[in-house]
Nanobody, 124 residues
Framework: QVQLVESGGRLVQAGGSLRLSCAAS????????MGWFRQAPGKEREFVAG????????RYADSVKGRFTISRDNAKDTLYLQMNSLNPEDTAVYSC?????????????????WGQGTQVTASS
């Protein structure tokens, strides 16, 4: 199995940028497709972005397309989420997750391992 720890979340003004990191340990990081999800208070957890094992395929939620970029460094066992043009609707706890599938899955149900999450707050 793999252990995941997120970092980089903080309070930022609307229009600002953040980069989240997700450090993996345990089983080989490159064996997993990875994803970022977020959950705002009173809302269900939603897909933000996904990336396949090699990093050659990425997928994004429509709400973040063009503003967020997911990437991975398999040599460093780390997943990233670059977030630009943040707005208050992006405020949520952001979690990374690992899936044994080969693609970049959208459904949270195919992710087996989850981090604890990091809080991102974009103030207006």
């Amino acid at each position: 199995q793999v252990q995941l720890v997120e970092s980089g979340g903080r309070l930022v003004q609307a229009g600002g940028s953040l980069r989240l990191s997700c450090a993996a340990s345990g089983r080989t990081f490159s064996s997993y497709a990875m994803g970022w999800f977020r959950q705002a208070p009173g809302k269900e957890r939603e897909f933000v972005a996904g990336i396949n094992r090699s990093g050659g395929i990425t997928r994004y939620a429509d709400s973040v397309k063009g503003r967020f970029t997911i990437s991975r460094d398999n040599a460093k066992d780390t997943l990233y989420l670059q977030m630009n043009s943040l707005n208050p609707e992006d405020t949520a706890v952001y979690s990374c997750a690992a899936s044994s599938t080969t693609a970049a899955p959208i459904s949270r149900h195919v992710y087996s391992y989850w981090g604890q999450g990091t809080q991102v707050t974009a103030s207006s």
